[in-house]
T-cell receptor
Framework: SAVISQKPSRDICQRGTSLTIQCQVD?????MFWYRQQPGQSLTLIAT?????????ESGFVIDKFPISRPNLTFSTLTVSNMSPEDSSIYLC???????????FGSGTQLSVL | GENVEQHPSTLSVQEGDSAVIKCTYS??????FPWYKQELGKRPQLIID?????GEKKDQRIAVTLNKTAKHFSLHITETQPEDSAVYFC?????????????FGSGTQLTVLP
């Protein structure tokens, strides 16, 4: 399986601030994605992180709120901007391998916004 | 797009009994179906997957069956143990697609009672 490292593992933030989450993957990973998992819910895709270009966002998610970078093949960041309590959730980095289907997840970032 | 429905949402079994979780999908082009296990506070982990050219796949106490005609697939866990307690997610997408098109079910909270 692919190795995906994510940090921070958790954070408590104040309303109106921003948090950047980092994700490092091993060389097996070709595509990188960011998911959100609200308490007790399933996994919702936020966006596909594209190397060297703008991320591809899913319906309901916008770049101004969730800017994403992927400067190289193995590293990506997700920023949660101007946070409100509704952003409290688990954010998961994920990657798929060369065969472009098996999806592996980072350990997640538990975000609480006060 | 794909729609994946998962049942039941919660399932309690006695240790040693079997557990079955079922999912249905809508897109007849879907032909890759992974199952993920997520323990409390941990990342989702791929535990087994199946392609549409196979009707059943086993890995020790875990098996997945697929009925393409009826468009449903099931996870079977035999001789359940307390460490099987977790949330299980099914997913599916077309082989011609990428992991971006992976659609997750709503999850099943499995509790194995000692």
């Amino acid at each position: 399986s692919a190795v995906i490292s994510q940090k921070p593992s958790r954070d408590i933030c104040q309303r109106g601030t921003s948090l950047t989450i980092q994700c490092q993957v091993d060389s097996q990973v070709t595509m990188m994605f960011w998911y959100r998992q609200q308490p007790g819910q399933s996994l919702t895709l936020i966006a596909t992180a594209n190397q060297g270009s703008e991320a591809t966002y899913e319906s309901g998610f916008v770049i101004d709120k969730f800017p994403i970078s992927r400067p190289n093949l193995t590293f990506s960041t997700l920023t949660v901007s101007n946070m409100s309590p509704e952003d409290s959730s688990i954010y998961l980095c994920s990657g798929s391998t060369v065969i472009n289907e098996k999806l592996f997840f980072g350990s997640g970032t538990q975000l609480s916004v006060l | 797009g794909e729609n994946v429905e998962q049942h039941p949402s919660t399932l309690s079994v006695q240790e040693g009994d079997s557990a079955v979780i079922k999912c249905t999908y809508s897109d007849s082009a879907s032909n890759y179906f992974p199952w993920y296990k997520q323990e409390l506070g941990k990342r989702p982990q791929l535990i087994i997957d199946i392609r549409s050219n196979v009707g059943e796949k086993k890995d020790q106490r875990i098996a997945v069956t697929l009925n393409k005609t009826a468009k449903h697939f099931s996870l079977h866990i035999t001789e359940t143990q307390p460490e099987d307690s977790a949330v299980y997610f099914c997913a599916g997408y077309p082989s011609s697609g990428s992991a971006r098109q992976l659609t997750f079910g709503s999850g099943t909270q499995l509790t194995v009672l000692p």
